[in-house]
């Protein structure tokens, strides 16, 4: 018989707004957890870093910290404790296994990251082996990953936005709308289901895998389509990272355009901050300004389409009813968002620069733990079948296409802001 909460149920996305708000707090007044050592060059770093006595011990603190807000977490909602304290261990155990497969050199000069081994491993483990019910049951994907995207709004600070320039947040503000608008389009002319179609949208237009994340956070959306736009984002990326600067140098372009257009089209930082350091100094700059600017449109875009998402199943679920009421609005809205937009905030007007300096890369830390942790457990739930299907290939064809409209529009938009 599993051990149920019964005295607490509260909604998931306050709970992931408490805890999210809860690790700051304690990241800043208590207790910094240290970051695990997981880069590794050759067997001999593996041994001596990766597996030394110390590094096991900040990673067993470490599996208690995240243990114990799991904990918690599952007790505020009200689910299985008892199935939960049997299944994180193997869910924590698999996600740090992919932790240190992308901590490898050459795995980081690929831009690989950690997300898609723990999708693969996830997937692996999910396929080819019978998982009981109750595990399965206690995954908490979409928990992990709430809990993630507030620590994001740690990291969008508004004086790093004004540092961006005019240029860079014009050129994101104009890509961002053409490409998602574009993206919907042929995602509806496809007849991708509108659910698969935001996240497309979001993922292409914005910056990849964290707008996919924070969209399919904001419509609830199903976490097989969320693995497949994930597959699909960092897939594309990698010849996008390597091909794009090498037409850029063929063709002669600027430094400053190219950097402007690997900004503007690269889903991925990481892969934007290899591919500029390919062409020089100018472009990872400016590639690194575009990026952040998209980047920081993020929160604006979840609360966007969260509202539209409220307005379209109203509108579905009640045709009578034209418009939903905010009351409607406020039900259906995702909670965590405001989480988002709230470390946000603190981060850029409350808290002084020491401060936010001396605790970025812990909190970064636990950040991708958290999307590390909800990406294997995605790959645990979800079948191959289901995730490279017949009827795959229409989202497929439409990610490639508003992927390509993506890197010409962004092109002729950098010729005609950063050409000199």
């Given at each position: 018989?599993?051990?149920?909460?019964?005295?607490?149920?509260?909604?998931?996305?306050?709970?992931?707004?408490?805890?999210?708000?809860?690790?700051?707090?304690?990241?800043?007044?208590?207790?910094?957890?240290?970051?695990?050592?997981?880069?590794?060059?050759?067997?001999?770093?593996?041994?001596?870093?990766?597996?030394?006595?110390?590094?096991?011990?900040?990673?067993?603190?470490?599996?208690?910290?995240?243990?114990?807000?799991?904990?918690?977490?599952?007790?505020?909602?009200?689910?299985?404790?008892?199935?939960?304290?049997?299944?994180?261990?193997?869910?924590?155990?698999?996600?740090?296994?992919?932790?240190?497969?992308?901590?490898?050199?050459?795995?980081?000069?690929?831009?690989?990251?950690?997300?898609?081994?723990?999708?693969?491993?996830?997937?692996?483990?999910?396929?080819?082996?019978?998982?009981?019910?109750?595990?399965?049951?206690?995954?908490?994907?979409e928990f992990f990953v709430k809990i993630g995207l507030v620590l994001l709004g740690t990291s969008v600070i508004f004086s790093d936005?004004?540092?961006?320039?005019?240029?860079?947040?014009?050129?994101?503000?104009?890509?961002?709308?053409?490409?998602?608008?574009?993206?919907?389009?042929?995602?509806?002319?496809?007849?991708?289901?509108?659910?698969?179609?935001?996240?497309?949208?979001?993922?292409?237009?914005?910056?990849?895998?964290?707008?996919?994340?924070?969209?399919?956070?904001?419509?609830?959306?199903?976490?097989?389509?969320?693995?497949?736009?994930?597959?699909?984002?960092?897939?594309?990326?990698?010849?996008?990272?390597?091909?794009?600067?090498?037409?850029?140098?063929?063709?002669?372009?600027?430094?400053?355009?190219?950097?402007?257009?690997?900004?503007?089209?690269?889903?991925?930082?990481?892969?934007?901050?290899?591919?500029?350091?390919?062409?020089?100094?100018?472009?990872?700059?400016?590639?690194?300004?575009?990026?952040?600017?998209?980047?920081?449109?993020?929160?604006?875009?979840?609360?966007?389409?969260?509202?539209?998402?409220?307005?379209?199943?109203?509108?579905?679920?009640?045709?009578?009813?034209?418009?939903?009421?905010?009351?409607?609005?406020?039900?259906?809205?995702?909670?965590?968002?405001?989480?988002?937009?709230g470390a946000s905030l603190i981060f850029s007007f409350l808290i002084s620069t020491e401060v936010r300096d001396g605790v970025k890369e812990s909190l970064k830390n636990l950040q991708g733990i958290w999307f590390a942790l909800a990406f294997?457990?995605?790959?645990?739930?979800?079948?191959?079948?289901?995730?490279?299907?017949?009827?795959?290939?229409?989202?497929?064809?439409?990610?490639?296409?508003?992927?390509?409209?993506?890197?010409?529009?962004?092109?002729?938009?950098?010729?005609?802001?950063?050409?000199?």
């Open positions: 018989m599993s051990l149920k909460t019964k005295q607490f149920n509260i909604h998931e996305d306050w709970t992931v707004v408490i805890l999210g708000f809860l690790i700051i707090a304690i990241s800043i007044f208590i207790y910094l957890p240290l970051v695990p050592v997981f880069k590794w060059s050759n067997s001999t770093d593996l041994q001596n870093d990766v597996f030394s006595i110390e590094n096991i011990k900040v990673l067993f603190l470490q599996f208690i910290y995240f243990l114990g807000f799991g904990i918690t977490g599952v007790f505020l909602v009200g689910k299985s404790i008892k199935n939960f304290l049997k299944g994180f261990p193997f869910v924590y155990g698999l996600t740090v296994l992919a932790l240190i497969i992308a901590g490898n050199t050459t795995i980081k000069g690929l831009n690989l990251e950690a997300v898609i081994f723990s999708l693969i491993i996830g997937l692996s483990v999910g396929n080819f082996f019978k998982l009981p019910e109750w595990f399965r049951a206690s995954l908490s994907a936005i004004l540092k961006a320039g005019s240029l860079g947040l014009i050129q994101a503000l104009v890509v961002v709308l053409s490409v998602w608008y574009f993206a919907f389009w042929v995602c509806k002319k496809l007849k991708v289901d509108e659910e698969l179609a935001l996240m497309i949208s979001s993922a292409v237009s914005i910056c990849g895998v964290s707008a996919a994340i924070a969209t399919a956070g904001a419509i609830k959306g199903d976490s097989k389509k969320l693995s497949y736009v994930i597959s699909m984002v960092l897939v594309t990326a990698i010849p996008m990272m390597i091909f794009m600067p090498i037409i850029a140098k063929y063709f002669g372009f600027q430094e400053a355009v190219t950097g402007a257009w690997l900004g503007g089209s690269i889903d991925t930082s990481g892969a934007v901050v290899a591919s500029g350091s390919l062409v020089g100094e100018t472009a990872l700059k400016i590639s690194t300004i575009v990026k952040f600017s998209q980047n920081v449109l993020l929160g604006i875009a979840a609360f966007a389409i969260s509202v539209y998402w409220t307005y379209a199943q109203n509108k579905s679920a009640d045709v009578v009813a034209s418009k939903p009421t905010l009351g409607v609005i406020w039900e259906r809205f995702p909670k965590f968002v405001i989480g988002f937009i294997t457990s995605i790959g645990l739930e979800t079948n191959f079948k289901d995730l490279f299907s017949n009827n795959s290939k229409k989202p497929l064809y439409a990610f490639l296409t508003a992927q390509l409209f993506n890197v010409i529009i962004t092109l002729i938009i950098a010729f005609l802001l950063f050409s000199k």
